[in-house]
């Protein structure tokens, strides 16, 4: 899924695994949104970073699974007149975005796409890229509470927490370091709140951690950016940790 948001800026929803090798690497070294696990899974799963997809070059992209489109070539280019007859007790066609489903869950597909793919036909994409003239300068996680069963274990610690209606979560937030203070990863997280919103979600929540001291402040400890950067996209704390380490931020989506 590819939006065009003007000023030569576009938006790219992940779908295919030519689209989630467009993903900017990680800016941690000990770990990689493309291979990370972490988020899915609760019991298991692992941020380390994976050599061989953090250290992609462009030819090894170019030359990556086509993430599905050969599975649905017949589907996708198949035309009107080759259609049979219509018969009522056949199985309904897949949808697009079922179709992309399954062929990113086929057997030598990513494992990443399969989990950032999942939840296409309910509620879209889950990874999304924010790429500026071409280049990929951010990385956002997102998606319902059910996709992410380590949230729904933090979240879990926090009784007081709005039960209904269950939230979106935004597990991830990576800008490239060449591209910090030019607001780009908050552009990136306003268009995929809109997504989420259309949608049908009603709110949203991400998961920080702050540092133990000020001194140890680091845009890249946490997967899911600070409190600093939340207040600016209009979230508030809906709750936090005993040490205040560990607040949820949340925003009531129009």
Known sequence: MRIDIGDGFELIGVESAEELLLAPPCTRDDADHA?????????KGSKAARVDAATATPAQRASAPAGGKAALAAFLGAEVSEAPAFNPLAPKAPTREEALRDAAAAPGQPTKLRLLTRQLPISGPMGWILLAKGEPVAYCQAGPLSAFPRAQRLRDRYPDLPSTPPPAVVTCISVIPAARGSALGSALVEGVLTRLSTAGFAAVEAYPEEPATAAALDA???????????ERLNFSVAATGPDGRWPVMRRVLD
């Not at 696990?37 to 019991?43: G, H, S």
């Not at 400890?221 to 939340?230: D, I």
């Open 220 to 230: 890249d400890a946490t997967s899911s950016a600070t409190q600093r950067f939340w």
């Open 35 to 43: 291979t990370c696990t972490w988020w899915e899974d609760a019991d």
